[in-house]
């Protein structure tokens, strides 16, 4: 399908970018584009001018801070998936940016992009609610966060551009594990864990109708053990309408294929050296 109309600005810094985008209601962030584009050829998207926000420095990098790692919406998921910090002490994070796509993407594909990309299953949101992560969004109003949850439910608020995510550093007790569809490499099913004293954070997408953090099954499982008949009975547990059948898959199997990445994640977190 051709490409609809559209303007293109090239921002030279976040002020201009934001002045931009609230001055367009019909505006969308490009960042690495890897799903925007597709969708804007499908028709599934639709954008009267495209911002490229990928000259703007001051949204790439990871570091550590007093309270977690940030890491810039614009670092790529390539950048992710290798970084030591993140895979020290975020692996969830590390394990998700890994999995998406092929290397091309990788190299493309950015952190905020993936985050905002919430028409569709990506892999970074998961492992972003296991994290207990949070986005930092700046707009009119000056800068925000939302958890990963919230952005996961609603999308990013209209006029903002997700600047950074911001993850707790909680060491190598978590995992991430997918299934992917062969043709697209989005997942069929991607589960995201990370333990914490409280119990597991569980999340999944693919199989659901939206990325989901599961504290029902969260609850059951408790301080363990992880076994995978428990796991597996704990998601049994959940009601069938929770998992969205499509691509020949049942309801059935989605709910039993996310108990069995779920268990494999927890199994592979508990087994983490510390």
Known sequence: MILADFDYVRPVGLDEALTLLAGHPGARVLAGGQSLLPGLRTGEDRAS????VRRLEELRGIER???????????????LAADPLLLAEAPEIAAAARANGDP????LGTAGGNLAATGRATDLPVAAMAAAATAELAGPGGVSTLDAEELAASGVPTGTLITALLVPAAGAAAAFE????????YPVCAAAVRITPDG???AVTGATARALRLRGVEERLGAGPYTTQTVLAAFRAEPRELFVPGRGTSAEYLGHLAGVLTARALTRAVQAPA
């Open 49 to 52: 001018l495209l911002v490229d």
């Open 200 to 202: 597991p954070r569980i």
């Open 65 to 79: 801070t007093p309270a977690g790692i940030r890491i810039g919406a614009m670092t790529t998921l390539a950048e």
């Open 178 to 185: 997918k299934t992917a569809d062969r043709a697209t490499r």
């Open 104 to 107: 091309q993407v990788r190299n």
